[in-house]
């Protein structure tokens, strides 16, 4: 995995560059698309996860209450390491309801040192977790992958509004590993019998939101975040209906509202899915309808937002009898 990886990455970071350079635009997103075709699907490989439920939540039980009966809480530095490790777990009461939800206490209650906050910002962005078997077929690893993604986003806000610990080169660098980690992702389960909520699509559209938010980035990096994006959807063949469409919906409207170049990219990248579906013939597998109804409605959903850019809207009325 490390070799395709790394050759992935580099390919983001230099399509990157190019946009940057003002050298590439209308390319962009057959440049994307052109990438994510390139890249092999990997031997399943085991996953290793967590076995300590019990003793697991216990462990969490403890450190909540802890915290809530001081008034400057705090965590020690293998406790977070603790709490990371298990957002890994297959048990939805351990990663989501536990790990996941006390961590973003801790947040809210600014438990965590300077120290930890770049700790868990450069901790969650390790290619083992990050990127844990993500170009092998569907595997129980979506579930750290994507609770990575989740955190970092709440990440991003607290260091936004309360920590301000990160700097511009910090947040650039997690905006190309989201591009790869968005190219790459194609498990877009959304509610996993027995292990509750992947949802890496919702975690994707709160990340690339917080993003959108941060003035230290380029416009041509929220640029490229968005068309990552958008030919990440596109290629999903995992049936998107627990909501992503609406939260990556809100995510669009809410960068194309900031300046009419958003807007404009926006149609611009919308204009090119268009015209690669001139050239797609209908097929008679469940990935090619899949695919198909995940556009409907993602461009549905757009349609129903009131705030969306009249560029936009304008666009999407001529277009609509082809959905």
């Known amino acids: 995995m490390a070799t395709q990886l790394q050759s992935v990455a580099q390919a983001v970071r230099a399509l990157r560059e190019q946009l940057l350079a003002g050298q590439l635009f209308q390319q962009l997103p057959a440049a994307l698309d052109h990438l994510m075709a390139s890249v092999a699907v990997e031997p399943a490989t085991p996953v290793a996860l967590p076995d300590d439920d019990l003793a697991a939540l216990a462990k969490m039980h403890t450190i909540r209450q802890r915290v809530k009966k001081t008034a400057t809480p705090s965590v020690s530095d293998d406790e977070l390491t603790f709490l990371v490790a298990h957002l890994a777990s297959r048990s939805p009461a351990v990663r989501d309801k536990g790990a996941f939800f006390l961590l973003s206490d801790l947040f809210q209650m600014d438990a965590f040192t300077a120290a930890q906050v770049s700790w868990l910002f450069n ?22 992958r994507s609770f990575a993604v ?4 709440g990440l991003v806000y607290a260091d936004q509004n309360r920590y301000h610990a990160l700097s511009s080169k910090q947040y650039s660098g ?11 992702e194609r498990d877009g389960r959304g509610y996993v019998d027995g292990s509750g909520w992947a949802h890496a699509y919702t975690h994707i559209g709160n990340l690339a939101d917080e993003l959108t938010q941060v003035t230290g ?15 990440g959807w596109q290629r999903m063949t995992v049936p998107l209906v627990y909501g992503e469409d609406q939260r990556i919906a809100a995510y669009l409207v809410n960068l194309a509202v900031k300046h ?7 149609v611009m990248c919308l204009t090119a899915w268009q015209t690669r579906l001139h050239d797609v013939r ?16 993602l461009l549905e959903a757009l349609l129903m937002r009131g705030d969306l850019p009249k560029v936009v809207v304008d666009y999407l009325q001529k277009i609509i009898d082809l959905y």
């Open 123 to 144: 901790t969650l962005q390790q290619p083992d977790i990050l990127f844990a078997h993500i170009m092998e077929p569907q595997n129980d690893a979506v579930f750290q």
């Open 150 to 153: 989740m955190l970092l986003s």
């Open 174 to 184: 997690l905006l190309q590993r989201m591009c790869v980690y968005v190219l790459l």
């Open 217 to 231: 980035l380029a416009r041509g990096e929220k640029i490229f975040l968005m068309a990552s994006i958008l030919a």
């Open 260 to 266: 009419q170049f958003y807007a404009d990219s926006l």
């Open 282 to 297: 209908p097929q008679e597998n469940i990935n090619f309808w899949n695919a198909w109804y995940n556009r409907s409605r």
